[in-house]
């Protein structure tokens, strides 16, 4: 990648000159299981782990869930997630679904037992500029992220942007449409979030005159109207299930019909998805198809929230003022203690909520008071039965597992009223991993 050089002329405000950012990587070794001997050198992150295919460290293991792992770099520390694993992640013992971790640390996951230690330092790529389209930011995290929307900008594969609401998924995936070759053909978006069941199908297929009631014309969907160009599916882990496979039917054939119709229609256009949810747990609980996410997640990019980036909100603030038309000097506005404090707030809505408080300040003159995110209230103790406390660890644990077990079973089939599969949509839970706990605890 060229890197700017001192005397070119820049706009706005100069990032630092650094053409890459060091990352010390992974280094996982199954060292107990059906797949011991098994090793991972990692070039990237996140670091995932899991028996479906376009896992970075594919298993065999039929205890391991299809996505069970995801690893990454926090510091000198490891963060490990489960993202909703049928049989979870133990680590010394103790399930965990987020925990950091020392190098050298060993996972249990079904019954593999992994190994994560220090890897090999790399250069991450970094964007020379601290813009790209809409987006803005200086700190590496972002710079990384629009290094990779440039990047995925080149090809036409599809694109998974996974991030909290208010990061700024829609911008950018119009910066990744502005960037490829499809630049000036239509860029069409469906919020799937919005669209009651009924309707979804004919926002995305388009319906015939007739096809339902109301349906006095015929409507060309978004499939048809992003002929050519990028079709970006926001909030695409709310699709109904009932749906995916008719989305999943026309990515994969590049045709569809109608609703009410007969002519299959030809489309040619790129699909970028974006949702708040994480969809490898949806994967792993049945509730979203695993060939859909196939389909949807050939490129994932991960959006950092704004807490994450925070040395970010003086170029954002300044970015969200001039485009606004506010010329003059930016502290005139906003002091630099006020952005001091911009800068340590927590941002629950995130780009989206200083974009806002930066056009509070434009109509009125000053900046409001930030409120603090309410404080989280000390969860109930558990009374813990005196007997359980002078048993050996794992035994006591074992009694409370049960004991909880059998009454959250009771309770989920009093409210499915016995039926199986509902339980297990109600509790997110594999309905086979469910029947396996009815049948432990004599249930079914």
């Known amino acids: 990648m060229p890197v700017r050089m001192a005397d070119e002329p820049t706009q706005g405000t100069q990032p630092d000159r650094v053409a890459g950012l060091p990352l010390r990587t992974l280094f996982l070794e199954v060292i107990e299981g059906p797949d011991a001997g098994a090793t991972l050198r990692s070039t990237s992150e996140p670091v995932t782990v899991g028996t479906a295919e376009g896992n970075d460290l594919r298993l065999t293991d039929a205890s391991v869930s299809r996505y069970h792992l995801e690893l990454s770099r926090r510091g000198d520390r490891v963060l490990a997630v489960d993202p909703g694993s049928t049989n979870g992640t133990e680590v010394n013992g103790v399930l965990v679904e987020r925990a950091q971790l020392a190098a050298g640390a060993v996972l249990g996951l079904g019954r593999t037992r992994l190994r994560v230690s220090d890897g090999a330092t790399v250069s991450l790529e970094l964007h020379g500029e601290d813009a790209l389209g809409g987006l803005r930011g200086r700190t590496p995290v972002m710079r990384r992220l629009m290094a990779q929307v440039a990047k995925a900008a080149r090809s036409d594969a599809s694109a998974l942007l996974i991030g909290e609401s208010g990061t700024g998924k829609e911008l950018i995936a119009r910066a990744i449409h502005d960037q490829s070759a499809r630049a000036g053909k239509p860029f069409v978006t469906v919020d799937c979030g919005t669209l009651s069941p009924g309707l979804v199908a004919s926002e995305l297929f388009g319906h015939e005159r007739g096809a339902f009631t109301g349906a006095d014309r015929r409507h060309a969907g978004a499939f048809e109207r992003a002929h050519g160009g990028t079709l970006f599916l926001d909030e695409v882990g709310e699709l109904p299930p009932a749906l995916q496979p008719a989305l999943l039917g026309a990515l994969d054939r590049r045709r569809f019909r109608r ?114 995110p309410p404080a989280k209230e000390a969860p109930a103790p558990v009374p813990v039965p005196e007997s359980l406390l002078e048993l050996k660890y794992k035994d006591a644990r074992k009694q409370v597992l049960d004991a909880f077990e059998r ?36 249930l079914r």
């Open 259 to 372: 609703v009410g119709g007969t002519e299959e229609i030809e489309v040619e256009l790129r699909v970028i998805s974006a949702t708040n949810r994480d969809l490898r747990a949806e994967v792993n609980s049945g509730a979203f198809r695993l060939d859909l996410y196939y389909r949807l997640a050939v490129v994932r990019l991960d959006v950092p929230p704004l807490r994450d980036r925070s040395d970010d909100v003086p170029v954002l603030v300044e970015h969200f003022l001039r485009e606004a038309g506010h010329d003059g000097p930016i502290d005139r506005l906003i002091s630099p203690r006020v952005m001091e404090g911009l800068q340590k707030h927590h941002w629950p809505g995130n780009v989206r909520e200083l974009r806002n408080l930066v056009e509070a300040v434009l109509a009125m003159g000053e900046a409001p008071k930030l409120e603090a």
């Open 407 to 442: 009454r959250y079973l009771e309770a989920l089939l009093s409210r499915a009223k016995g039926n199986v599969s509902q339980a297990a949509r109600v509790s997110a839970m594999d309905r086979s991993h469910l029947i396996d706990l009815l049948s432990k605890h004599k």
